[in-house]
Nanobody
Framework: VQLQASGGGLVEPGGSLRLSCEAS????????VGWFRRAPGKEREFVAA????????YYADSLKGRFTISRDNAKNTVYLQMNSLKPEDTAVYYC???????????????????WGQGTLVTVSS
């Protein structure tokens, strides 16, 4: 039972990346999924989340319009499309799954019990 985050890498400012979070050993469709990130020297912070079944999506206010979370249940995968990347988006990005998160708790780290290992995104020229 695990989550595998992938898709990170080095990208120039203004570029795009799509991160993937693939589940194995369980059906991700039945879980809310969140993306979080930890920038160098900073605490882990909420990025985006999607409810079970994709009924709702939630974003950090500062990222709205640039990042999009989606899910492909057939592939047991959740994606994070990141556009117009900035140097301050540089961080390790983690995906996490929650069986119990509700609208009011989707942004909380403590709501998520299953975590992937993280994928590094570096935005630099």
């Amino acid at each position: 039972v695990q989550l595998q985050a992938s898709g990170g890498g080095l990208v120039e400012p203004g570029g795009s990346l799509r991160l993937s979070c693939e589940a194995s050993g369980f059906t991700l469709e039945y879980f809310a999924v969140g993306w979080f990130r930890r920038a160098p020297g900073k605490e882990r912070e909420f990025v985006a989340a999607i409810r079970r079944g994709g009924a709702g999506t939630y974003y950090a206010d500062s990222l709205k319009g640039r990042f999009t979370i989606s899910r492909d249940n057939a592939k047991n995968t959740v994606y994070l499309q990141m556009n117009s990347l900035k140097p301050e988006d540089t961080a390790v990005y983690y995906c996490a799954a929650s069986a119990s998160a509700i609208i009011s708790t989707m942004r909380r780290i403590s709501s998520y019990g299953r975590w992937g290992q993280g994928t590094l995104v570096t935005v630099s020229s």
